[in-house]
């Protein structure tokens, strides 16, 4: 048996908090308009009021009540009718026996007042569900009060249910949340349940990677989740596959759609993934890896070398994906790397291929040492390496040194060197030299 193991806690647990879930009814004068067995108001009551009769016994769950298109038919107008509570089932009741569609007001206006009815709480699950018969936006903001409504991180997740005809919503509210429309009135009553009983359930996931034989491999990764709205941390864990431990699950938030990162270099991202209540999803993620360790050429050399950085990216990528000192090993995803060594010159090696399941080790030459001795006044100048004919600067010496050892990569160099206070062309001292792997090579300039 295999197990995936989750090795740090999530940051949710549904069942110690309060889920609170502000109710926004369309009461605007065409839900006077027949459903099928009633006018679309009379039905949404009676599914509502049955629904609020089931969930009496629910302690850790509070519901409130905004209605808009009620007040005043000449007028757009929206209101908080009954605030959260832990007991107010009574006035939920009793308002919604009395509402009568009056007038004319825009989802979108309600919505933007919908945050100022949640109470500061920093550990409750606010939801809104909007129950409309039409989404008529004149001023198109629909999307963009929702998208503010997000990024409050306020509220966890908005539902829409649009009721009686397709053709009163001339475009799916996608934007403003999770829009399911329903034809059939019967279907409100079971859609509602859905929705409000997301917060008593868990949805269950179980990661896998797996190499290139589609088996699981020993590995720790960290995994993140961020809210796909509000790009917000939910959750930060670390994946461990091991052959002895029992499977273990992550117990994540189904309201929420999620980014999920898994810190392989490169990292894999999964985005907007939605995850089922009450289900158990098993996510397998190709992930064939490979090890990458960078070292010198074995040979004996007769004075200390440097602990040279590593840089690797994606061949033809200019993002910098990782790190490493020479010598030391670390694991990247099968692929195409373009690698640099920071010797001097550098060392590039591009379009390395990484095969999954395999060890690459890759040597370079040793470096060589170069011993100069400077004229006995302060001087300035560089050491350049011959590119065929050309010259490519490596780096500048020290002025107040008349003394240096620079370690240098094999091949052909040239320094240039000229008294600090003398500008004079006629000054200037050139001199050309050999590097040699594990050598020491001596250069004097007078």
């Known amino acids: 048996m295999v197990s995936a193991a989750w090795r740090l806690p999530a940051q949710h647990t549904p069942s110690q908090e309060t889920t609170r879930v502000l109710i926004i009814l369309d009461c605007s004068q065409s839900m006077w308009d027949k459903w099928q067995s009633d006018s679309k108001i009379k039905v949404t009551q009676q599914v509502l009021l049955r629904f609020l009769d089931s969930i009496q016994g629910h302690t850790d769950m509070e519901v409130a009540l905004r209605v808009f298109g009620h007040l005043n038919k000449d007028a757009i107008s929206t209101q908080l009718e009954v605030p959260f509570a832990s007991d107010n089932a009574y006035q939920l009741k009793s308002k919604l026996k009395t509402l009568v569609p009056n007038g004319g007001c825009t989802a979108a206006t309600a919505l933007d007042r919908s945050l100022k009815d949640f109470p500061k ?37 908005t ?62 990764v960290p995994v993140t989740f961020n809210d796909h709205q509000t790009h917000t941390l939910r959750y930060t864990v670390l994946y461990h596959y091991n052959t002895e431990d029992p499977i273990d699950t992550l117990e994540i938030d189904p309201l929420l759609t999620y980014d999920i990162t898994i810190h392989t270099i490169p990292p894999i991202h999964y985005t907007d993934r939605h995850f089922k209540p009450g289900s158990h999803t098993l996510l397998q993620v190709p992930a064939p890896q490979s090890t990458l360790t960078l070292h010198h050429e074995n040979r004996r050399i007769p004075f200390q070398l440097p602990i040279y950085t590593v840089l690797v990216r994606r061949h033809d990528a200019p993002a910098l994906l990782a790190t490493q000192p020479i010598g030391a090993s670390r694991n990247y995803l099968a692929g195409q790397y373009d690698i640099e060594i920071l010797t001097l010159p550098v060392t590039r090696l591009t379009n390395v291929k990484l095969r999954g399941g395999t060890a690459s080790d890759l040597q370079i030459p ?81």
């Open 121 to 157: 709480d920093d550990h409750a699950r606010n939801i809104i569900l909007i129950i409309t018969d039409g989404m008529d936006d004149p001023d198109g903001n629909l999307c963009d009060v929702a998208e503010r409504i997000q990024q409050s991180g306020t509220v966890v997740q």
């Open 159 to 220: 539902f829409i249910i649009g009721i009686g005809s397709p053709d009163n919503f001339k475009q799916q509210p996608d934007c403003a949340g999770h829009f399911t429309m329903l034809c059939d009135e019967e279907r409100l009553d079971e859609t509602l349940h859905e929705i409000f009983f997301l917060s008593d359930q868990d949805a269950l996931l179980t990661l896998s990677l797996v190499d290139q034989d589609n088996r699981p491999y020993q590995t720790d």
């Open 366 to 446: 040793m470096p060589g040492q170069l011993a100069l001795s400077k004229p006995g006044i302060p001087t300035t100048g560089s050491i350049f390496v011959f590119q065929g004919n050309s010259l490519q600067w490596v780096c500048d010496l020290d002025p107040s040194n008349p003394t240096e050892r620079v370690i240098l990569m094999p091949g052909d160099y040239q320094v240039i060197l000229r008294p600090v206070d003398d500008p004079d062309p006629d000054e200037v001292r050139t001199a050309r030299f050999t590097i040699l792997p594990a050598k020491s090579t001596s250069l004097t300039i007078k």
